[in-house]
């Protein structure tokens, strides 16, 4: 076994029951909810594996539970919306190719964090505090400035994706404001997630991430696929869309602080 693995002999239990939690996070949440709670995965991981092999071994299971929730949901994707998140996410992703070695991790991680909290916390004043804005008034809005807020967040995503697979918070951002039903919603990031986890195959492999290893440890945690994505349309389906939303943007706030939370440690 590489370097790396050492985990795997000495707590097996503890590394097989991480790998599984990991697993599961991702399959949930790419078919329930979008994909944000899949961004836990990689520092799930993170406790039994390196960064490098964790993203290796992470990327294929990625890959097999996009296929399965655009099959799932392919009836239901915003196609304007796809075309142009697949355009500058495929954009961003070879951004963070080139700027690999480059940009500051806390910088990013803290400017990701930082907007995902104040995006969530806004949308909790306006259930308390009501703007008078309905949501079709926030999504014309949001359409008035669609492209420059696809340039910059859905570009982001995919710098952020290539880096850590965590791009989803910052294509929540994007998309979350559009108000489209859960099920759309569900579908179109879907979309999104499968052309740019395919555009990072070659990548990643120039970069040396993936093994016999990390393929065969890959392999081993692909059963677990199913049962999450049942799970996770299960949840989907007995959620109205104004639950969906309150769900989705409580885990934006979750997920933000916790990356405020990094950032302040790698300080």
């Known amino acids: 076994m590489m370097p790396g693995f050492e985990a795997m002999q000495a707590t097996p239990v503890f590394f097989w029951m991480t790998c599984c939690l990991a697993v599961m996070a991702v399959s949930i949440s790419k078919s ?7 961004s ?6 993170l406790f039994v594996l390196p960064p490098k092999i964790a993203l290796g071994v992470l990327l294929p299971l990625f890959l097999i539970t996009d296929v399965w929730v655009v099959y799932l949901w392919r009836q239901w994707m915003n196609r304007r919306f796809a075309l142009i998140m ?7 992703t070879l951004a963070g190719w080139l700027l690999f070695d480059y940009f500051n991790d806390r910088v990013l991680t803290m400017t990701i964090g930082g907007v995902g909290a104040v995006t969530a916390l806004n949308y909790g004043r306006q259930l308390i505090w009501p703007s008078g804005e309905t949501d079709d008034d926030v999504a014309q809005r949001m359409m008035a400035r669609l492209w420059p807020r696809a340039a910059g967040w859905v570009g982001l995503s995919g710098l952020a994706s290539f880096v850590s697979l965590a791009g989803g918070i910052p294509a929540q951002i994007f998309l979350l404001p559009h108000g489209l039903a859960r099920q759309a ?5 879907s979309v999104y997630f499968l052309v740019i986890n395919l555009a990072k195959l070659p990548f990643y492999g120039d970069l040396g991430l993936f093994s016999s290893d990390t393929i065969w440890l890959s392999a081993m945690l692909v059963p677990l696929i199913p049962i999450g ?3 996770g349309r299960t ?19 979750a997920m933000s602080i916790k990356l405020l939370y990094d ?3 790698m300080g």
């Open 185 to 189: 919603f569900v579908g179109t990031m």
């Open 86 to 92: 697949c355009g500058f996410g495929v954009a961003g």
């Open 263 to 265: 950032a302040a440690v």
């Open 235 to 253: 949840l989907n389906s007995m959620m109205s869309d104004r639950i969906f939303y309150h769900f989705s943007y409580s885990v934006l706030f």
């Open 32 to 38: 329930g909810f979008g994909g944000a709670l899949g």
């Open 40 to 45: 836990l995965s990689t520092p799930i991981l």
């Open 229 to 231: 994505v049942f799970i």
